[in-house]
């Protein structure tokens, strides 16, 4: 056996295994380093030769993407069904239903609204109705906006946020307050501190809570890891 | 005589809203979906760490508890998370991009082009669409890919960034905190705290969605707001 013969058969040998592991089907994948996509061999984390895993292009093979999906929940701006649907029925209605197709529920929306001044009217023994808000909305105007145009307008060109002060409506940031913005603009009437606990009103324009020790100052993808 | 009219209303309008629990901002939004792998928790929308990218975060399946619940939570396969963009102002998607698990790894499609026929309550995955992958992040490893359009993915649990008191406001909305409202500072109690979710992540150059259509306030009279999308998230079910 000369060393040509030798060389030639751990040509022979590598190339087989190379085959080998071409032919192999686990994905579950035998993580080696350095591994990249256009190798030839299945390695790193691929789920087949030079595809899948966290790095390469998919491995479609034995993938089914098809078939037809139906729509069982949507959120555009937060707390809306949550808050103002009322009943389990309304609220399912509205989860299977499309953004531009929402009339029927502004006047239940507009409803909820009312009922709860009305619950604070009767408890502080006056009538208490809406009144326009920091944006002047009366409440029909409010409702509308709420139920048909439930979206999060997201402005490209910054800042976002979906109230900061100054602007309203661009985005939303993990930082926003949105339930304190909520509750304003719907409790707070045109000044904002329409019930903000003063002056013996009731508190209803803030929850008191903040992001506590939450970090929002997190590269992408920008939410910190989950808690153990 | 306040507290006799207080205890009154309880019997009254207080119990019709009684009926009215809470979880926001969409957890647990409604009885069909609580609890179940389409539930929705909440999304953002934000200018990125790049100015000229959008960042869409859809949080789903919360609130899970840390460790072994949120270690075991999954994606569903048969459920597909939207980001649906809207860029005419219509409030009907004009581009939608789609995430959908499978294994180990979430596969997302888009931005595509919707056609108005086919936009709505039911969605084919576009296939040929295909945009980019990576593997579902656990709690011990985070995995980011971006592809060749400057698209970034990530999938998998993250801490619940929401924060609400939310029982004092169940309190609040059935009267049973009437008058006095919400707690003061020292006193509320945030209860997502302690909470994880499932996120799904994209951060996209604001290019590839097209230019935004006029903000949607000036519709109702609120004018001066810059140009701006409408976008929504949807989770739909394999049927």
Redesign the interface.
């Given at each position: 056996m000369n060393i040509r013969y030798i060389k030639l058969s751990a040509l022979v040998f590598c190339i087989g295994l190379l085959f080998a592991q071409c032919a192999d089907d686990d994905?579950n994948g035998n993580v080696i380093e350095a591994a990249t996509c256009d190798d030839g061999i299945q390695n790193g984390?691929e789920?087949g030769i030079d595809c899948?895993?966290?790095?390469c292009?998919?491995c479609?093979d034995g993938?089914d993407?098809?078939?037809?999906?139906?729509?069982?929940?949507?959120?555009?701006r937060?707390?809306i069904?949550?808050?103002f649907?009322?009943?389990?029925m309304v609220?399912?209605n509205?989860?299977?239903?499309?953004?531009?197709d929402r009339e029927v529920f502004q006047p239940i929306f507009q409803t909820?609204l009312e009922?709860?001044h009305?619950?604070?009217g009767?408890?502080?023994?006056v009538e208490l109705d809406y009144e326009s808000n920091i944006?002047?909305?009366d409440a029909a105007?409010f409702t509308?906006?709420l139920a048909?145009?439930?979206?999060?307008?997201?402005?490209?060109?910054?800042?976002?946020?979906y109230f900061n002060g100054t602007?309203?409506?661009?985005?939303?940031?993990?930082t926003d307050?949105?339930?304190d913005i909520s509750?304003t603009l719907m409790f707070g009437g045109e000044s904002g501190t329409r019930?903000d606990?003063n002056n013996g009103t009731?508190?209803?324009t803030?929850?008191?809570?903040?992001?506590?020790n939450?970090n929002?100052s997190l590269?992408?993808?920008?939410?910190?890891?989950?808690?153990? | 005589?306040?507290k006799t009219?207080?205890y009154?209303?309880l019997g009254?309008?207080?119990i019709?809203?009684a009926?009215?629990t809470?979880?926001?901002?969409?957890h647990i939004?409604?009885?069909?979906?609580a609890s179940?792998s389409?539930?929705?928790a909440?999304?953002?929308?934000?200018?990125?760490?790049d100015?000229n990218s959008?960042?869409l975060?859809a949080?789903m399946q919360g609130p899970?508890t840390?460790?072994s619940v949120?270690t075991n939570a999954q994606f569903d396969e048969d459920?597909?998370v939207e980001f649906?963009i809207?860029n005419t102002g219509?409030?009907?998607e004009d581009l939608v991009i789609q995430a959908?698990r499978?294994?180990s790894?979430m596969?997302f499609f888009g931005p595509s082009i919707v056609d108005p026929a086919n936009?709505?309550?039911?969605?084919?995955?576009n296939?040929d669409d295909?945009s980019g992958?990576?593997?579902i992040s656990t709690?011990d490893e985070?995995?980011?890919?971006t592809n060749d359009d400057g698209i970034?993915f990530?999938a998998g649990?993250?801490?619940d960034?929401?924060?609400?008191?939310f029982n004092?406001?169940n309190q609040?909305?059935s009267?049973a905190a009437?008058?006095?409202?919400?707690?003061?500072?020292a006193?509320?109690?945030?209860f997502f705290?302690?909470?994880?979710v499932l996120?799904v992540?994209v951060?996209i150059p604001?290019a590839l969605?097209g230019d935004?259509p006029p903000?949607?306030?000036g519709?109702?009279?609120?004018n001066g707001?810059?140009?701006?999308?409408?976008?929504?998230?949807?989770?739909?079910?394999?049927?």
């Amino acid at each position: 056996m000369n060393i040509r013969y030798i060389k030639l058969s751990a040509l022979v040998f590598c190339i087989g295994l190379l085959f080998a592991q071409c032919a192999d089907d686990d994905d579950n994948g035998n993580v080696i380093e350095a591994a990249t996509c256009d190798d030839g061999i299945q390695n790193g984390d691929e789920e087949g030769i030079d595809c899948g895993g966290t790095a390469c292009p998919p491995c479609f093979d034995g993938l089914d993407f098809s078939g037809t999906y139906r729509q069982e929940d949507i959120m555009g701006r937060p707390g809306i069904n949550t808050v103002f649907s009322g009943t389990d029925m309304v609220k399912n209605n509205f989860n299977t239903t499309m953004v531009s197709d929402r009339e029927v529920f502004q006047p239940i929306f507009q409803t909820t609204l009312e009922a709860y001044h009305d619950v604070y009217g009767s408890a502080l023994g006056v009538e208490l109705d809406y009144e326009s808000n920091i944006l002047g909305l009366d409440a029909a105007t409010f409702t509308t906006v709420l139920a048909q145009f439930d979206a999060l307008q997201v402005a490209p060109e910054g800042p976002t946020t979906y109230f900061n002060g100054t602007v309203a409506l661009t985005g939303r940031n993990l930082t926003d307050d949105v339930i304190d913005i909520s509750l304003t603009l719907m409790f707070g009437g045109e000044s904002g501190t329409r019930f903000d606990g003063n002056n013996g009103t009731p508190q209803l324009t803030s929850d008191g809570v903040g992001p506590g020790n939450r970090n929002f100052s997190l590269p992408f993808p920008y939410l910190e890891s989950p808690l153990n | 005589m306040k507290k006799t009219k207080f205890y009154a209303l309880l019997g009254g309008v207080g119990i019709v809203l009684a009926t009215i629990t809470f979880i926001a901002a969409d957890h647990i939004d409604s009885p069909s979906v609580a609890s179940t792998s389409v539930d929705i928790a909440d999304f953002y929308a934000f200018e990125g760490d790049d100015p000229n990218s959008t960042v869409l975060v859809a949080t789903m399946q919360g609130p899970l508890t840390p460790g072994s619940v949120t270690t075991n939570a999954q994606f569903d396969e048969d459920v597909v998370v939207e980001f649906n963009i809207d860029n005419t102002g219509d409030f009907v998607e004009d581009l939608v991009i789609q995430a959908v698990r499978r294994d180990s790894v979430m596969y997302f499609f888009g931005p595509s082009i919707v056609d108005p026929a086919n936009a709505g309550l039911q969605s084919m995955i576009n296939v040929d669409d295909f945009s980019g992958q990576v593997g579902i992040s656990t709690v011990d490893e985070t995995f980011t890919t971006t592809n060749d359009d400057g698209i970034t993915f990530f999938a998998g649990p993250r801490r619940d960034a929401f924060y609400f008191d939310f029982n004092q406001f169940n309190q609040v909305v059935s009267g049973a905190a009437a008058p006095v409202g919400f707690l003061p500072p020292a006193e509320a109690s945030d209860f997502f705290e302690n909470f994880n979710v499932l996120a799904v992540v994209v951060e996209i150059p604001n290019a590839l969605l097209g230019d935004a259509p006029p903000h949607v306030a000036g519709a109702v009279g609120i004018n001066g707001l810059p140009n701006a999308y409408n976008v929504w998230i949807t989770t739909k079910r394999k049927i």
